[in-house]
């Protein structure tokens, strides 16, 4: 299972857009990444998932580079409301998700 | 969207007792289900796959006498915890996974439910 590293917070303001990095350096040809979203006392929410290059939604966009050993999610513009704990997740074949620390994002006004 | 609920949402009981959380897909049926505990300021940690009609897949460590699961049906999931102990209130959190979605990777959470053992 590859592990997934990503920094423990990221505080910016409201109107800027915060990239979060994740390293996955053993990252299998067939796995996806995929990046879900956590705000206090409630369950994930799906943000995205890509395989190579570049994957946008209306919510955020997912960068990853040639050799996949890592991903950026870009959220653009943030609000108050995007405060909340970020995972970056390898997908494996099992389909169980393992979660790591999270990033802590804070937005501010 | 799709759309899982749980309930209760949140719950207190004595130590001893047996508590049961429901866990249910509402517009689509889950292959898979997924029970998550969650510690005050920790991460999600997997405590067992569901498939519907066959047994559950406990992870390492979590103890399957202890969190019965049963997978009924494609839209629902129990995770019953006996003899509760203090050392059990956790937020438990459920996901579904719709093998026939337009992503099959991707996991449907539920809202959570809080657990508290006095």
């Known amino acids: 299972l590859a592990k997934t590293t990503q920094p423990i917070s990221m505080d910016s303001y409201e109107g800027q857009e915060v990239n979060i990095t994740c390293s996955h350096n053993?990252?299998?040809?067939?796995?996806?990444i995929t990046w879900y979203q956590q705000f206090p006392s409630q369950g994930p929410r799906f943000i995205i998932q890509?395989?190579?290059t570049k994957v946008t939604n209306e919510v955020a966009s997912l960068f990853i580079p040639a050799d996949r050993k890592s991903s950026t999610l870009s959220l653009p513009r943030v609000s108050l409301s995007d405060t909340a704990v970020y995972y970056c997740l390898v997908l494996p074949n099992d389909y169980k998700l393992s979660f790591g620390a999270g990033t802590t994002v804070t937005v501010r006004a | 969207g799709a759309v899982v609920s749980q309930h209760p949402s949140r719950v207190i009981c004595k130590s001893g007792t047996s508590v049961k959380i429901e866990c249910r897909s509402l517009d689509f049926q889950a292959t898979t289900m997924f029970w998550y505990r969650q510690f005050p300021k920790q991460s999600l940690m997997l405590m067992a796959t569901?498939?519907?009609?066959?047994?559950?897949?406990?992870e390492q460590g979590v103890e399957k006498d202890k969190f019965l699961i049963n997978h009924a049906s494609l839209t629902l999931s129990t995770l019953t915890v006996t003899s509760a102990h203090p050392e059990d209130s956790s937020f438990y959190i459920c996901?579904?996974?719709?093998?026939?979605?337009?992503?099959?990777?991707?996991?449907?959470f539920g809202p959570g439910t809080r657990l508290t053992v006095l």
């Open positions: 890509g395989y190579k």
């Open positions: 996901s579904a996974r719709d093998g026939a979605g337009e992503n099959p990777y991707e996991q449907f």
């Open positions: 569901s498939n519907e009609g066959s047994k559950a897949t406990y």
């Open positions: 053993n990252i299998a040809t067939n796995d996806y």
